[in-house]
């Protein structure tokens, strides 16, 4: 996958400020230090495309990104920083739930968990959330690099197990360090919008 154009769009927070145009969407979402800025920047070869999410006081976005004119990529404020307030909270509830539910563009969501830890209650809901609305997912267990090869199985299966996960949804392990699962994270993208 040649990445000959990676460009920021606009930020939205709700549909009357969404982009128009006619790409397919792939929203990516994930508790916050899950990797996911790491992983946008990873597999579109730029260093910073995508900026650390979710700090405290940060303008919580829904961030577009036209990817070589042939997907938007839709970033979405990371989930679960223990110190946002509780009507952030509802913000950021309401805006992911007018987005998920309302656009039509969407293919589908990458939703990244970390692969050394059993899933949070956060992303069991978004998962939950996603399968409710027949949205297809991606799950990207991230952060691969940190666990030994002999306990990767292990590993997956507790994430699978957690998220009581669908086997007709796409599971891809990846590292932002080595790049492992990159091309595999592409295919399973692209896999999206040929549904
Ligand atoms: P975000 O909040 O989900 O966007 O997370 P970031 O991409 O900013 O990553 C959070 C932290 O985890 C940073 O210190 C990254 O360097 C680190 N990180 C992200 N992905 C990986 C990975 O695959 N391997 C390792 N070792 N560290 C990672």
Known sequence: MKITKAEFITSAVAPDHYP??????VALAGRSNVGKSSFINKICQRKALARTSSKPGKTQTLNFFNINDEIMFVDVPGYGYAKVSKT????????????????????????????????????????????HYDIPVIVVATKLD??????RQ?????????????????????????????DE??????????R
């Open 146 to 151: 940190k666990i030994k090869k002999s306990q």
């Open 20 to 25: 128009v145009h006619e790409l397919p969407e």
């Open 88 to 131: 952030e909270r509802e913000k950021w509830g309401v805006m992911m739930e007018q987005y998920l539910t309302t656009q039509q563009a969407l293919r589908g969501v990458v939703l990244l968990v970390d692969i050394r830890h059993e899933p949070t209650g956060d992303d069991v809901t978004m998962y939950n959330f996603l399968k």
């Open 154 to 182: 292990k590993h997956e299966s507790a994430v699978k197990r957690k998220l009581q996960f669908d086997p007709s949804d796409r599971f891809v392990a990846f590292s932002a360090e080595t790049a492992e699962g990159k």
């Open 185 to 194: 994270a592409w295919k399973a993208i692209y896999d999206l919008l040929t």
